[in-house]
């Protein structure tokens, strides 16, 4: 099926983090952009935001999603293509796996049973998954060591199933990513109505297009919080916070993925380069001069003992069939501390 390089895209979760960033990027390549958010509150920060082009739908809270619930029945009609971002996002969940694994997995049944039946005319089916569908907890590893995208983080479901709620939030949150991305591709395999192409963004980073009431829960930006502050230790200066990509690079990958004819059947990993608990001080510092911070260590031994012993993604193969590159993570951290000195 041939690429897709006009027509309505239906974005899901279009008023988060990551969605707000595809639907300007969408918009800007001159796309006609559907999205769904959970509330006439976001639809009327959306039409906000965007000026009135987008047009929103609002679909139930995907945590409450069965198999059973036609949500995205109305959504989905008309629609050229879909970028699905809605999912759960917690990385701390304390209670039965099930919870987040649940809704995770329903959504993209009801997605994707919404495409076969209500949209026929659909080309390319875009879903968000995560690098915790590859690898394994950082802790629980020694590096160096690379992932692929021939990875699958099957260790975090059956410790999902064997330990319940004692599991990890990492975890948890894996588990949801690997099943929900399974399911995504078991309905493709019985499908074959469109094309189907799965992004794996590791940490994303860089400026939120929301205020900071809006994204006051959301864990990656919370994680970045104690470096604007005094007191941060020699352990978290030390410390791998696995790889980072820029949430414009996650942007704009959408568009190659719908675009690329190549792209169809395969899975990418959006990944920049490793990103340690020093690299966000350096930056912090840089960000805010007159703060007292924990200093990061800029020599260049520390920095390549640190890489030497680096957890990656191969990100390869997206830069290759998309022909792009990844933002630095300096620019994309200084782009963060930026906005949290702004809105904090």
């Not at 975090?156 to 399911?183: I, Q, T």
């Not at 690079?249 to 340690?276: K, N, Y």
């Not at 191969?314 to 990844?326: E, G, P, R």
């Amino acid at each position: 099926m041939p690429a897709l390089q006009s027509g309505l895209v239906l974005v899901t979760g279009g008023a988060g983090y990551l969605g707000t960033h595809a639907v300007r990027q969408l918009l800007d390549e001159g796309y006609k952009v559907r999205a769904t958010v959970r509330s006439r509150a976001r639809a009327d920060r959306m039409k906000d935001a965007f000026g009135g082009k987008v047009e929103t739908m609002i679909v139930e809270d995907f945590i409450k999603l069965t198999p059973q619930t036609g949500a995205y029945d109305k959504a989905v009609v008309g629609v050229d293509a879909v970028v699905n971002f809605a999912a759960p996002a917690e990385l701390d969940q304390k209670g039965d796996p099930k919870l987040i694994i649940d809704p995770a997995v329903h959504s993209i049944e009801r997605l994707m049973s919404a495409i076969h039946a209500h949209a026929p005319q659909c080309k390319r089916v875009i879903h968000i998954s995560s690098t915790g569908a590859i690898a394994q907890e950082p802790s629980n590893m020694m590096g160096p060591k690379t992932w692929t995208e021939n990875d699958w983080n099957n260790i975090a479901v059956e410790n999902c199933k064997s330990k319940g709620a004692s599991a990890s939030g990492y975890d948890k949150y894996s588990a949801s990513k690997v099943l929900a991305e399974r399911k995504f591709w078991e309905h493709f395999e019985q499908t074959r109505k469109y094309d189907a192409v799965a992004l794996l963004p590791s940490m994303v980073l860089g400026a939120p297009m929301q205020a900071a009431g809006e994204l006051k829960h959301h864990p990656v930006l919370n994680m970045c919080k104690p470096f604007t502050h005094p007191g941060v230790t020699e352990a978290q200066i030390e410390k791998q916070w696995y790889n980072v990509v820029d949430v414009r690079d996650v942007a704009m990958s959408c568009i190659h993925a719908l675009r690329t004819p190549e792209a169809s059947g395969q899975r990418f990993i959006l990944a920049s380069c490793a990103m340690w608990g020093n690299d966000l001080a350096l930056s912090a510092m840089h960000i805010y001069p007159d703060r007292k911070l924990t200093p990061g260590k800029s020599d260049a031994k520390f920095r390549s003992g640190l890489e030497a012993k680096a957890i990656t993604f191969n990100s390869h193969k997206a830069q290759s069939v998309f022909k792009f590159s990844f933002h630095g993570k300096d620019q994309t951290l200084d782009d963060t501390f930026e906005w949290l000195a702004e809105e904090f």
